[in-house]
């Protein structure tokens, strides 16, 4: 019986590891609507100069998709995270490629097909 209470409690420690706990839950959705919240008012107060909003906005996006990645999927180096990040990575790349790809044949396709040296009303001259 003391066997089966000792591998259940070590099975319990190697599961929390790899989910999260209401404490990161919580730590989590807080930095999430802050960071909300920070975009939301660079641009509804001009809280930054114009210039900078976009650049502003980006970084907050980005910090809400780190916050957001670790607190609620489970990304991180730790060994229990490894087979999330490798998924993820893996996903994150192909999606890249797919999108890189297409829209180097929609570039390539405008470019090549599209008439650029006659103007509109001589190419509906030809007609």
């Known amino acids: 019986m003391s ?3 000792v591998s ?3 099975h319990s420690a190697g599961h929390d590891d790899g989910h999260g706990s209401l404490k990161g839950y919580m730590i989590g959705t807080v930095l999430s609507l802050v960071l909300t919240l920070a975009s939301f008012g ?3 107060f001009h809280v930054i100069p114009p210039a900078q909003g976009l ?3 980006v970084v907050l996006c980005v910090a809400q998709l780190v916050v957001q990645l670790f607190y609620f999927l489970h990304i991180g180096a730790a060994r229990s995270q490894r087979a999330n990040t490798g998924i993820f990575i893996c ?3 192909l999606i890249a ?3 890189g790809l297409s829209l180097w044949v929609m570039h390539n396709a405008n470019v090549n097909m599209m008439p650029s040296q006659i103007s509109v009303e001589r190419a509906m001259a030809h007609d």
């Open 55 to 57: 650049t502003a906005i």
């Open 3 to 5: 066997h089966s209470h």
């Open 8 to 10: 259940h409690s070590s």
């Open 97 to 99: 490629v797919i999108v």
């Open 42 to 44: 660079v641009v509804m």
């Open 91 to 93: 996903t994150a790349f």
